[in-house]
């Protein structure tokens, strides 16, 4: 048997050296300064555009179904988020259907809503922590807040919450269900997340919704965007970046996309080197 | 009889009465009562999946089988989170106990911020499970290098694809031509809009066939083998 030429070599090449050239390419922007123009795709513009048309006083569900290993990419959303609805001084209810979840949502609610705008718990905003259940806690979510989630994330009854204790004149509560939000706000990075929201709360409570997602669910959520069954859509860092952007709020979204265009930029050479080196190969 | 007709009947009746809720609406308070036991059903079902995880690796501890010492490891970790997130603040609340139960300035019970359960949650665990997906990265790199060929029209279509939705959707795409982002997007908003519509309806068509097989009693195999 004949000795392995270079290029035969080169295309078994360890794959210690792949992981190399990837770290090297998205390690670049932290020693260099690379400033990307960013272009705003339509489904973070009517994102965007969905918490702009939110009148003061407005209260929205916010939804946050993810865990740490989506934090780099769906962080910057949710801080980005909490920040735009603040601004517009729109009230929150908030809550996880993923147990690793709350966590994340109280810090982001007490680094944008508290720190940054002042904003008082229990009365602009709310976080109910978690409920196991997934698509069962959706659809109940819609006939009652309260009988989901009886208690807060802090264990304080949802009675003794300013914000869901008010009663209408009818003696209703004036925040109990979907029909007395505004839309929801899904941050998801997979199941139970927007694909759910979608099939078992849109159509069936008639709630306008907006999702931020990660890269890679975003190709299917496109489905629901262009029905209108989503009101908006962000797809990974980049979408967080382009909202980071329409908010005018440079975070890790944006400061991200040099790393990301690097990377990507890396896998795809590694595509074409690849299948250039096996091209040759196997002419021989 | 136990095993098999009385599951497949509590399926049936629940399953027409999900379906009933839609055309009698009195029947909508029955159903929501039923969707809060489905709730608690799988609140207990989490319950047993942890204790599954207790009991397949104490028996690996207590045969000291291969790679014990990571259920060691397993097992105090889930001990310590169960103990300072659930155990503690059970005690506090049927004792009534309301002072503080501090350790090095923080609180001991209970998982919301400042407690020494957010503090392993933020200092461990979102660090460990960062770094396992951002390895991922690495993997789909070695992988497009090792692996990926271009070897039919079917690959070809994938890989011309995938490069200009990668390059399109980041900022770079658009400075290598203005018109990558604008592409990118055709081909999500088209060729991938009509793919993934036509899986999600058929699907959908799937779930529908296959759970009225179930609420008629026609598909059994959910009932288990024997």
Redesign the interface.
Known sequence: MSEPTKLQKLEKIDRRWVFLVMLVAVSIPLFVSVDLPLKVTPAAQSFYDSIEALQPGDIVYYAADYDPGSKPELDPMLMATLDHLCRKDVKIVSACLWPAAPPLLEAGLNTVAVEKYGKEYGVDFVHLGFKEGKENVMVQLGKSFRDVFPQDYYGTKVEDIPLLAQKKANGEWMVDKFDDVKMIVNISAGYPGTKEWVQQVRSRYNIPIISGCTAVSAPEYYTYLRSDQLSGLLGGLSGAAEYEDLVNLPGFGIQGMAAQSLGHVAIILMILVGNILYFINSRK | MLKREVPLLITILVGWFMVIEYFFPGA?KWS?EL??W??IM??LA?VLGVANVARINMLKISRKQKDWGYSVVLMAGMILMVVLGTLF?MIKSIFGIESSWTLAGMELSG???GTWF?QF??SM??PM??T???LL??Y???A???S???RSVDATLL?VA??IV??G???????MWSGM?GLS?WI??VP??AA??AI?IGAALGAISTGLKVIMGIERNFLGGD
């Open positions: 909508e929501s969707q809060n489905a709730i799988t609140a989490s603040p998982v919301t911020s957010t949650y933020d665990f979102v499970q960062g396992m997906f951002a990265a690495f789909i790199a070695s497009a290098f090792r990926f060929r271009i890989a995938a490069i990668m390059i959707r980041v900022p770079i795409g658009d400075v982002s997007d999500m908003n991938n809009l993934k519509r999600l």
